[in-house]
T-cell receptor, first 112, second 113 residues
Framework: ETGVTQTPRHLVMGMTNKKSLKCEQHLGHNAMYWYKQSAKKPLELMFVYNFKEQTENNSVPSRFSPECPNSSHLFLHLHTLQPEDSALYLC???????????FGQGTRLTVV | DQQVKQNSPSLSVQEGRISILNCDYTNSMFDYFLWYKKYPAEGPTFLISISSIKDKNEDGRFTVFLNKSAKHLSLHIVPSQPGDSAVYFCAASAGGGSYIPTFGRGTSLIVHP
């Protein structure tokens, strides 16, 4: 498998649940990102990892917890989310901080 | 405040005609600009980019024009094809493209057969 793969593609969770989103890239990149896309809003950068180290956290609530065990894998752990957190969550990777990023297909999250 | 603006949420074009998607930016530090294309149920795909040292970059049917004085860029698709129907995101980066880009809201392009 090539490119950036995200699982699951769709997720419905209750506000008290704990779930995790997974991202895997096979491009040899060393930077990985989580973005949030809400309806009619720009892509919002959430977290950035360079060489497994978190280099950016854009004031994301603590109910979102990222984990990057190696440069090929990225997780987003979710707990006690709110309905307004329902959105498309996109993972991306790039070579270091190059602007040209490769995106996964996203996880459509619905919080009920 | 949005630093990258795509003021047209949607655009409808006839097949074979030109599609022009516009983007404005406010941050003078931006010096590298990108366009991404997104189909439903897929992630954005990088399409074309341009550095601020150029005013035009062409790749097949896609051309991006940059007007630095107006802080405006546009993506031209000629000729438009039904398969081009997608959401197009404009993005801008500083540091010659070494910084993480800021995205616009996107413009939904529909190309009618």
């Amino acid at each position: 498998e090539t490119g950036v793969t995200q699982t699951p593609r769709h997720l419905v969770m209750g506000m008290t649940n704990k779930k995790s989103l997974k991202c895997e890239q096979h491009l040899g990149h060393n930077a990985m990102y989580w973005y949030k896309q809400s309806a009619k809003k720009p892509l919002e950068l959430m977290f950035v990892y360079n060489f497994k180290e978190q280099t950016e956290n854009n004031s994301v609530p603590s109910r979102f917890s990222p984990e990057c065990p190696n440069s090929s894998h990225l997780f987003l752990h979710l707990h006690t989310l709110q309905p307004e957190d329902s959105a498309l969550y996109l993972c991306a990777s790039s070579q270091e901080d190059r602007a040209e990023a490769f995106f996964g297909q996203g996880t459509r999250l619905t919080v009920v | 405040d949005q630093q990258v603006k795509q003021n047209s949420p949607s655009l409808s074009v006839q097949e074979g005609r030109i599609s022009i998607l516009n983007c404005d930016y406010t941050n003078s530090m931006f010096d590298y600009f990108l366009w991404y294309k997104k189909y439903p149920a897929e992630g954005p795909t990088f399409l074309i980019s341009i550095s601020s040292i150029k005013d035009k970059n062409e790749d097949g049917r896609f051309t991006v024009f940059l007007n630095k004085s107006a802080k405006h860029l546009s993506l031209h698709i000629v000729p438009s094809q039904p398969g081009d129907s997608a959401v197009y995101f404009c993005a801008a980066s500083a540091g010659g493209g070494s910084y993480i880009p800021t995205f616009g809201r996107g413009t939904s392009l529909i190309v009618h057969p």
